[in-house]
């Protein structure tokens, strides 16, 4: 079902709840390995289905180069499907809010060749097929899709095959979907992680090597954790406790009284959103259990989190890589973008508090606009696709570590981050609030290479 909204409206959401375990991406990728509580013996599984297959795209049609579908003389429409209802309200909303802020802020300069910029809204309410059918409205009535962000985008991949000229300017978690010509994301998705990232950990703990992990039981989440294992264990890590969680589990106690058990000294959060990870601290305080090394990525840099997780005497410490700046202010001074992010975020929804998602909005938005503008005055989905194709180095602003989108490559750069007195601060930081760009990245592809 949609809702449509300009680029500067907003809705009200229900409060969120205490947690829902969900897989969150972040340049280190992770997700889920279904295994025992005990050391790793068992495979793989997923607790939900990815929607029908994905297909090699269909050739592009004349007609289909030229639509444009959703221009019109005074405005260009572009549909978003996000989770924003559903186990926790509000989960992937940002991306939603980002994409029109991003638009607000394009809006207010005139727009594109005169035209303004909004969004159609389609809440696919945790729950594939309604991913899938809203997908399919969009498709059929929109210039494309822009900013998306669900856990079920796998379900749209067919439909995307099926509309080869349709852009999807969206990040996304699956890699069928990904590796789709007319598929474009501000933060390319890659099987695997930033060596430089977990390099720079391990130089600082390196006798700490016993790695836990909890991460989400959603199906598009599977394709990224034997990635993001199999980049740890090349640097020498060992994968000691891994268990899957569903999206309603809010006590992990069992878990981290096995983890203790059986010697894990480093804990990856990089699979889960903020709300879980504060939780798993709350527990970990309750069972006076810490290990040495606490990493995660972006979804852990999130304004609510070391409130939640128990105030700076419990977050304290925790490391953070991410190819991110720290776009909640701390970089403002030396990234510009980051207060035109904060300040348009705000004038579209000044209730919201702006985090990872938002981010990709945003970024989505932002990379979609540049290739809209190259098209011309006139624009059509080939011209679009066209200049899409064309974008090889992307860093929304200097917001992101600069990628590829056009061939799908990541970035290869990262900013080290820690919690100190209740505070994100960045570590070995390089001037003007750029990105470290040594270590490389690990692909695992490439395992055996």
């Given at each position: 079902?949609?809702?449509?909204?300009?680029?500067?409206?907003?809705?009200?959401?229900?409060?969120?709840?205490?947690?829902?375990?969900?897989?969150?991406?972040?340049?280190?990728?992770?997700?889920?390995?279904?295994?025992?509580?005990?050391?790793?013996?068992?495979?793989?599984?997923?607790?939900?289905?990815?929607?029908?297959?994905?297909?090699?795209?269909?050739?592009?049609?004349?007609?289909?180069?030229?639509?444009?579908?959703?221009?019109?003389?005074?405005?260009?429409?572009?549909?978003?499907?996000?989770?924003?209802?559903?186990?926790?309200?509000?989960?992937?909303?940002?991306?939603?809010?980002?994409?029109?802020?991003?638009?607000?802020?394009?809006?207010?300069?005139?727009?594109?060749?005169?035209?303004?910029?909004?969004?159609?809204?389609?809440?696919?309410?945790?729950?594939?097929?309604?991913?899938?059918?809203?997908?399919?409205?969009?498709?059929?009535?929109?210039?494309?899709?822009?900013?998306?962000?669900?856990?079920?985008?796998?379900?749209?991949?067919?439909?995307?095959?099926?509309?080869?000229?349709?852009?999807?300017?969206?990040?996304?978690?699956?890699?069928?979907?990904?590796?789709?010509?007319?598929?474009?994301?501000?933060?390319?998705?890659?099987?695997?992680?930033?060596?430089?990232?977990?390099?720079?950990?391990?130089?600082?703990?390196?006798?700490?090597?016993?790695?836990?992990?909890?991460?989400?039981?959603?199906?598009?989440?599977?394709?990224?954790?034997?990635?993001?294992?199999?980049?740890?264990?090349?640097?020498?890590?060992?994968?000691?406790?891994?268990?899957?969680?569903?999206?309603?589990?809010?006590?992990?106690?069992?878990?981290?009284?096995?983890?203790?058990?059986?010697?894990?000294?480093?804990?990856?959060?990089?699979?889960?959103?903020?709300?879980?990870?504060?939780?798993?601290?709350?527990?970990?305080?309750?069972q006076g259990w810490r290990p040495a090394l606490i990493f995660s990525g972006g979804p852990i840099y999130a304004d609510q989190?070391?409130?939640?997780?128990?105030?700076?005497?419990?977050?304290?410490?925790?490391?953070?890589?991410?190819?991110?700046?720290?776009?909640?202010?701390?970089?403002?001074?030396?990234?510009?973008?980051?207060?035109?992010?904060?300040?348009?975020?705000?004038?579209?929804?000044?209730?919201?508090?702006?985090?990872?998602?938002?981010?990709?909005?945003?970024?989505?938005?932002?990379?979609?606009?540049?290739?809209?503008?190259?098209?011309?005055?006139?624009?059509?989905?080939?011209?679009?696709?066209?200049?899409?194709?064309?974008?090889?180095?992307?860093?929304?602003?200097?917001?992101?570590?600069?990628?590829?989108?056009?061939?799908?490559?990541?970035?290869?750069?990262?900013?080290?981050?820690?919690?100190?007195?209740?505070?994100?601060?960045?570590?070995?930081?390089?001037?003007?609030?750029?990105?470290?760009?040594?270590?490389?990245?690990?692909?695992?592809?490439n395992v055996g290479g």
């Open positions: 079902m949609s809702s449509r909204s300009d680029a500067c409206g907003s809705r009200r959401r229900s409060p969120r709840r205490r947690a829902a375990a969900v897989l969150v991406t972040t340049g280190l990728l992770g997700s889920s390995l279904a295994v025992a509580a005990v050391p790793v013996t068992g495979g793989a599984s997923a607790a939900s289905s990815s929607g029908a297959a994905c297909q090699a795209p269909t050739a592009i049609t004349t007609a289909e180069q030229a639509a444009t579908t959703g221009v019109t003389p005074s405005t260009v429409t572009v549909g978003n499907v996000a989770t924003i209802s559903g186990p926790v309200p509000g989960l992937f909303e940002g991306a939603s809010v980002g994409a029109k802020a991003y638009f607000g802020y394009v809006n207010s300069k005139g727009g594109v060749h005169g035209r303004k910029l909004e969004v159609d809204g389609y809440d696919d309410a945790f729950n594939g097929q309604q991913n899938q059918t809203e997908t399919q409205e969009a498709l059929s009535k929109d210039f494309g899709l822009v900013g998306d962000f669900s856990l079920f985008d796998s379900y749209g991949c067919k439909l995307l095959a099926d509309n080869p000229a349709a852009a999807d300017v969206s990040v996304t978690l699956d890699p069928g979907t990904n590796a789709l010509p007319n598929v474009f994301s501000a933060q390319p998705l890659a099987t695997g992680a930033n060596l430089g990232g977990i390099n720079f950990l391990k130089s600082r703990y390196p006798h700490d090597l016993k790695v836990g992990s909890l991460v989400s039981n959603v199906s598009t989440s599977l394709a990224q954790w034997a990635g993001q294992a199999a980049a740890l264990k090349k640097a020498g890590y060992q994968i000691t406790y891994v268990r899957d969680i569903g999206p309603l589990e809010t006590d992990f106690t069992t878990d981290i009284i096995h983890m203790k058990a059986l010697g894990v000294n480093v804990l990856d959060m990089t699979a889960l959103d903020w709300q879980v990870g504060a939780i798993i601290m709350q527990d970990m305080t309750q989190f070391i409130k939640t997780a128990g105030g700076a005497a419990a977050a304290n410490g925790i490391w953070l890589t991410q190819s991110q700046a720290l776009y909640l202010g701390e970089d403002s001074k030396a990234i510009p973008a980051v207060n035109e992010f904060n300040t348009w975020v705000k004038k579209v929804d000044p209730s919201w508090t702006p985090d990872l998602f938002t981010l990709y909005g945003w970024a989505s938005a932002q990379l979609f606009t540049q290739a809209l503008a190259a098209a011309g005055p006139n624009p059509t989905r080939g011209a679009v696709l066209a200049q899409l194709e064309k974008i090889t180095a992307f860093g929304a602003g200097g917001l992101l570590a600069t990628s590829n989108p056009a061939q799908k490559k990541p970035a290869s750069c990262f900013l080290a981050a820690r919690i100190v007195n209740g505070k994100y601060q960045r570590v070995g930081d390089p001037p003007n609030g750029g990105f470290i760009c040594k270590g490389g990245s690990f692909y695992y592809a």
